[in-house]
């Protein structure tokens, strides 16, 4: 589990009757918006609940594209030893859901 699947895990339980969203869109908007957990859940409670599905929607897709993007270069076995690392997933998400090139 990374640091941001583990905060979102974390706080999820302890908001899960406060908030509309599901964990996994908290987990990748902890990602995505890299601010402390607490604000990410107040931003998007703010948010009307078809922004927050077009959100979701979203980062569920890029995710996607980074999980792919991630398992064809460890299928080259082109990489460093640092695409092990759990946290590179969170990175490369990050980068492509701000659209700079990943790799």
Same mark, same amino acid.
């Given at each position: 589990m990374t640091k941001n699947q583990t905060k979102a895990h974390e706080l999820y339980a302890k908001i899960l009757? *406060?908030? *509309?969203?599901?964990e996994n @869109? $908290? /987990? &990748? #908007? =902890?990602? /995505?918006f890299d601010l402390y957990p607490e604000l990410v859940v !107040?931003? $998007? &409670? !703010? $948010?009307p609940a078809e922004e927050c599905e077009k959100l979701d929607s979203a980062f569920q897709t890029c995710r996607e594209q980074t999980k792919k993007v991630l398992d064809v270069t460890l299928e080259t076995g082109n990489f #460093? *030893? =640092?695409f092990h690392e759990p946290e590179v997933e969170? =990175? $490369? @998400? /990050?980068? &492509?859901?701000?659209? !700079?090139?990943?790799?």
């Open positions: 009757d *406060k908030t *509309k969203v599901s @869109f $908290l /987990y &990748n #908007s =902890i990602c /995505y !107040e931003m $998007l &409670n !703010e $948010l #460093s *030893k =640092i969170d =990175i $490369l @998400f /990050y980068q &492509n859901a701000h659209g !700079e090139p990943i790799h």
